[in-house]
């Protein structure tokens, strides 16, 4: 256990020294101010289009918007199914009275972490990720590390362990410069305000009978918590890439042009039904808090957490199966 300790301190120390947790502060201060700045400027403007900042008339005003989209003949039908989804649970947030986008802080921590769940954070945790074995790799430091009479798989033990930690770090910095940032730009209110979650979705329509009101903190935890087993796995396959392949650079776009390729199968859900079992076409965990339709038919929560663990405990078999074998000296 002490021998362990040693190993994990070492690459906790290894990676402030590479100032990789330094860069992701300085892209999440540079760029939570830039979409904090758009997203007042987009308020500012529906306030400007409407002549008013009344939620309620904004809601209306986007059901009538989305009612319009509907006329049109050209539309595709998951794209209508969408749209009709999103006009049930706009018109349940009127009926109910719930201002779903109440301007705070917390409201835009909420909205963050539904936005970047499946591409932002998971880039987040591969500037980690992708390093921690073939960067060793690249400049030779594995092999001294690999001389001294300590077991192979207690050495990737404490690279995993130190990723799992390093998640972890991540998603509470996300939050917490999310929530600082934007309550000195808004305010720090609206932890308490009522969120709807538990929509459900049975043959194309929204089910309200499941719908509960959570305060808008509980549903935060809720959505943190996704984020972070997104992270997990998506740092577990990156784990891998970065065991499989020697240089950091093209284990990273490996890994990038996996998180485009999810993107971008979403658009032939309708096309191709196989789509649902790749992990990156999984990872908008939030959707099914917020009620959103999938892109993907047969998608559900359950489902998707069953497809992302079985993709990163495949992972890390392969990582472990790998890396006991493979010629580090060569």
Do not use: C
């Amino acid at each position: 256990m002490i021998e362990f300790s040693k190993l994990l301190l070492n690459e906790m120390e290894k990676l402030y020294k590479k100032k990789r947790l330094a860069a992701i502060i300085l892209i999440l201060l540079v760029l939570i101010p830039i979409f904090i700045y758009a997203q007042d400027a987009q308020m500012k403007q529906r306030e400007k289009r409407l002549g008013t900042n009344d939620w309620r008339v904004v809601l209306q005003q986007s059901i009538i918007d989305s009612q319009n989209r509907l006329q049109s003949s050209g539309i595709p039908e998951e794209w209508r199914n969408q749209l009709t989804i999103m006009i049930d649970q706009q018109q349940y947030y009127l009926d109910h009275d719930i201002n779903p986008n109440s301007p705070g802080a917390p409201t835009f921590v909420r909205e963050f972490l539904n936005e970047g769940i499946a591409m932002f954070i998971p880039l987040l945790v591969m500037i980690i990720a992708i390093d921690l074995v073939s960067g060793e790799r690249s400049d030779g430091t594995i092999k001294i590390l690999l001389t001294r009479p300590i077991k192979r798989w207690k050495i990737l033990l404490s690279k995993y362990v130190t990723l799992l930690l390093s998640v972890s770090l991540i998603i509470l910095l996300v939050i917490a410069l999310a929530y600082l940032l934007a309550g000195m730009f808004f305010h720090f209110d609206g932890l308490k305000i009522p969120v709807a979650t538990g929509f459900a979705i049975e043959n194309g329509m929204l089910v309200t009978e499941s719908i509960k009101l959570v305060p808008q903190w509980q549903y935060i935890l809720m959505s943190a918590g996704l984020a972070w087993f997104v992270g997990i796995v998506t740092g577990t396959i990156s784990f891998m890439v970065s065991v499989l392949v020697r240089n950091t650079s093209i284990g990273m776009g490996i890994m990038f042009a996996a998180l485009i390729a999810g993107a971008i199968l979403k658009g032939f859900a309708s096309a191709w039904a196989g789509a649902k079992y790749i992990f990156s076409v999984n990872l908008d965990l939030t959707d099914y808090l917020s009620g959103n339709l999938p892109m993907v038919e047969g998608l559900t929560l359950d489902f998707s957490i069953m497809i992302l663990a079985v993709w990163g405990l495949a992972a890390l078999v392969v990582s472990f199966s790998v890396f006991m074998r493979q010629d580090m000296f060569s």
